[in-house]
């Protein structure tokens, strides 16, 4: 049984293979220390010089392999020389896992910034650009500033992406061989790259490689969260406050229930009754008051699921977004479908008006557009089959370079919060007497307020770091690990930071982590255990949880709530078992895999827009690219050419309703061209086609005389990329809205995924066929002033939430100016008619 498991230890077979490369990474040490600092450039300038020449990615990327070993001894002796700092083998290890496209997952403190820099430097080579994404831009400006000694160094440029930066500022950003931005900012730029009316007003360039930082945080958590640009939709802000009114008048159980588990919610009978007196309806669950039904139901998730402190904060009279993951307060972002505006309602600031989508992605979907793309973190074995399916990438657990010495004590559990809190407050009294630093981890901004209230009142001299004061964030962590320091932070700390022990706090039992309650994912429980310990350092964490903590109420505390009663517990003797602490995990595990699944979902309903976004962004390029669009406003003229003779010619030739097309035909697309009863009736629909055919180029011919061939080709462009991007916002503005109810059909025995598929394909051919009917009319009829300028609205930076893919392709239509008659022989040589044969491509 050894020697199966021996075998079948997949992590055991990488860190050998990792290993023997990282041994001969140490061997080039003595030679390299020999370089002069000129030396440096000079190789790095020859390695430049040798990719260049190599026609294909794939040959690059042999070279790489081929040098890494070399390359990643210049780094460390870069290191050396540059911030006094060497990588340790399993840091080189870790980086040659990042170099080959995998996870490295590194414990707190093992110098995750550090193991980036060799791969970062390796890819950089290329010239086709290194992202390094990091969870905030305190964390980007951070690395940027302290690496870019060791890059520039190396003779390599560095560049740093901030939310505040001009678009001139931020390609310059993007140029530069190595930048350092968010996940955030980089899926905004890319979809806003996809707004610009002007190829020069690009900032972004090829998605090379990607090293993200806490790859669990944003490829995992954040997944559920889509990106969305918006524009503002004119609605009426009433009903918002009539429901906000209405839900404060209710009470619990009698007029509305509430699941702990699922935090669903819902009105009664009772309730439905109070709501139709209210509002003035006979059925509430009438089709006509499908609005009302939805702001009822959100105001009652405002004041019931959404707590302030919690999962917002209110900001200069304005409610802010708190990352529950993080922490942080997410400054620009809005809760979608209302959410946001009913929680306006409930604070009594100002209601803004609900937003309209115009461009939207997942960090899904968009991180996989990477030609490569790897992470590292303290946490992503318990997700590596998430990881392996969605983004190809292995989790290779890297050793640490020391023992971990921390002590992980078992939870201690209690019946009441008043309890805990107590218990905490002595605790943190004790070990601050004794000199050790403690930090106190808290899931909500409110438990960090009141136990800094309660600290305060037993004189324990403090500092509190969460999503209110986030601007000391630097300055709380330097000090976080000093001899007597005592931290309260939320979820804020438990991410990138890194705290360095104080003289003479290892005597004392080094930094003591405090857990005010468990979260949800065990992984951030992890993150906040690993602020302690970092490279063999002592040190000690324990988990303090009441029965009334939301987790343990989601998932069974009331057996727990018996027990402690029956063995005569209260708060002065809590409960302190593995036993329990296995329970606590074995509920979180429960909610892993239902946002596991949750995440799965998306991601399958993401599947249908998703490649729909992929196919209108690669048209739209190559409309912005090219300075001649003129085939393609032909091909679109014969593609609404034939639907319009299809539609109003069926059936029998009695049957044509020649007088409704000719009607069209005058306001769609002739105007110095008229086209007469006598000339169509009698002929086919190839016939009428050619008759129709050339008179709209003669009208195209002729707006383009007046124009002269330049500005048409300008303005074959913009009319394009107007309507195209006027019917692209609309059609995912209809995709939200058929994707918002569309699981009410499962009620009918109904797969919503298949129909949303199917509806959405056909959504999305309606579209396409729209844009070649749109275009074909504003070029052959709009009328160009010569003092006119084109103008284009640039949409303003937006919130945050979803994308989607789809499956239909837009058919390229063949490039032919020259007329050949639909009966002639095909100008291809096939031998076949041409409307049997390229016309129909």
Not at 118 to 143: C, D, F, I, W
Request: charged residues 30%; proline residues 2%; glycine residues 6%.
């Amino acid at each position: 049984m050894g020697f199966l498991k021996k075998v079948l230890d997949g992590n055991k077979r990488e860190l050998n293979s990792l290993s023997k490369i990282a041994d001969k990474v140490m061997q080039y040490e003595e030679e390299v220390s020999k370089y002069s600092d000129e030396d440096f450039i000079e190789k790095t300038n020859k390695y430049i010089d040798d990719l260049s020449e190599m026609g294909s990615i794939d040959q690059q990327d042999k070279y790489l392999d081929k040098i890494l070993p070399e390359a990643f001894a210049l780094v460390r002796e870069a290191a050396k020389r540059t911030l006094g700092l060497s990588p340790y083998k399993v840091q080189v290890m870790g980086g040659i896992a990042i170099h080959r496209g995998d996870i490295a997952e590194m414990k707190t403190g093992e110098g995750k910034t550090l193991t980036a820099t060799m791969p970062v430097y390796l890819n950089a080579l290329t010239k086709r650009g290194v992202h390094v994404v990091t969870v905030n831009e305190y964390l980007s400006s951070v690395q940027s500033e302290e690496m870019s000694k060791l890059y520039e160094f190396l003779g390599l440029t560095v560049g740093l992406n901030l939310n505040a930066k001009e678009t001139v500022d931020k390609r310059h950003a993007y140029n530069q061989d190595i930048t350092y931005s968010t996940n955030n900012e980089l899926g905004f730029d890319y979809l806003r790259d996809n707004m610009v009316a002007y190829k020069k007003d690009r900032v972004m360039r090829e998605l090379n490689f990607a090293i993200i930082d806490e790859v669990d945080s944003i490829l995992i958590d954040e997944a559920r969260t889509p990106l969305i640009i918006s524009g503002q939709a004119e609605k009426s802000n009433t009903l918002y406050v009539q429901s906000n009114a209405f839900v404060r008048m209710l009470k619990s159980d009698d007029d509305y229930t509430y699941d702990e588990q699922t935090k669903g919610i819902q009105l009664t009978e009772q309730g439905i009754e109070k709501a139709e007196k209210m509002f003035k309806v006979d059925n509430l669950f009438d089709v006509a008051h499908v609005n009302l039904v939805h702001h009822i139901n959100n105001a009652l998730k405002a004041h019931h699921t959404m707590l302030r402190d919690k999962d917002y904060v209110i900001q200069d009279g304005e409610v802010v977004i708190v990352d529950q993951f993080t922490g942080r307060t997410m400054s620009g972002r809005r809760f979608s479908e209302g959410l946001h505006q009913a929680i306006e309602a409930k604070e009594g600031v100002e209601i803004k008006n609900e937003s309209k989508t115009m461009a939207s992605i997942t960090f899904q979907n968009f991180f996989r557009m990477y030609n490569k793309l790897s992470g590292m973190t303290g946490t992503a074995k318990t997700e590596e089959e998430e990881f392996m399916d969605i983004y190809n990438m292995k989790v290779t657990q890297i050793p640490t370079n020391k023992p971990i010495a921390r002590a992980d004590k078992p939870d201690l559990i209690y019946a009441t919060p008043e309890g805990k809190y107590k218990a905490i407050v002595e605790e943190v009294i004790a070990k601050h007497k004794a000199g050790q630093p403690v930090l106190i981890g808290t899931v909500a901004v409110e438990t960090s307020e009141y136990l800094s209230k309660l600290l305060k009142k037993n004189g324990v001299r403090h500092n509190v770091l969460n999503a209110k004061n986030h601007e000391k964030e630097a300055e709380i962590i330097q000090n976080a690990g000093e001899r007597g320091s005592v931290t309260i932070a939320t979820n804020m700390a438990g991410r990138g930071t890194d705290i360095k022990l104080g003289e003479g706090v290892t005597d004392v039992g080094g930094l003591a982590v405090i857990g005010t309650e468990r979260h949800e994912s065990r992984r951030i429980d992890d993150q906040l255990r690993g602020r302690s310990g970092r490279q063999g350092d002592i040190g000690d964490s324990r988990f303090y949880l009441s029965l009334r903590d939301e987790l343990m109420v989601r998932f069974g505390s009331e057996r727990l709530h018996g027990m402690m009663e029956r063995f005569g517990m209260n708060d002065d003797t809590p409960l302190e078992s593995k036993m329990i602490s296995r329970a606590v995990e074995s509920a979180q595990k429960r909610v892993e895999g239902n946002n596991f699944d949750a995440r799965k979902r998306l991601l399958e309903y993401d599947d249908v827009q998703a490649k729909q976004r992929k196919i209108m962004y690669e048209e739209r390029n190559e409309i912005l690219e090219s300075d001649d669009n003129s085939d393609r406003v032909i091909s679109y003229i014969k593609g609404a050419l034939e639907r319009a003779i299809n539609f109003h010619f069926v059936g029998d030739e009695d049957q044509y309703n020649y007088e409704a097309f000719i009607n069209y035909a005058n306001d769609h697309y002739l105007t110095d061209q008229e086209v007469t009863e006598k000339e169509l009736i009698g002929k086919e629909h190839d016939e009428i086609f050619d008759v129709m055919y050339e008179k709209v180029m003669a009208e195209y011919r002729h707006k383009e005389e007046l124009l002269g061939e330049e500005r048409m080709r300008q303005f074959e462009k913009m009319i394009i990329l107007q309507v195209m991007d006027n019917k692209w916002t609309s059609h995912i503005d209809t995709m939200d809205q058929l994707r918002t109810g569309i699981h009410l059909r499962s009620y009918g025995q109904i797969n919503p995924l298949r129909d949303y598929q199917n509806e959405g394909r056909e959504l999305f051919d309606a579209v396409v066929d729209s844009i070649e009917e749109d275009v074909t009319k504003y070029i052959l009829k709009a009328e160009v002033n010569e003092e006119a300028e084109l103008k284009r609205k640039q949409v303003a930076k937006g919130e945050a939430m979803q994308a989607n893919d789809g499956k239909q392709k837009i058919k390229a239509q063949p490039k032919q100016v020259e007329k050949v008659g639909r009966n002639e022989p095909c100008p291809c040589g096939s031998g076949k008619k041409y409307k049997n044969c390229c016309l129909g491509k």
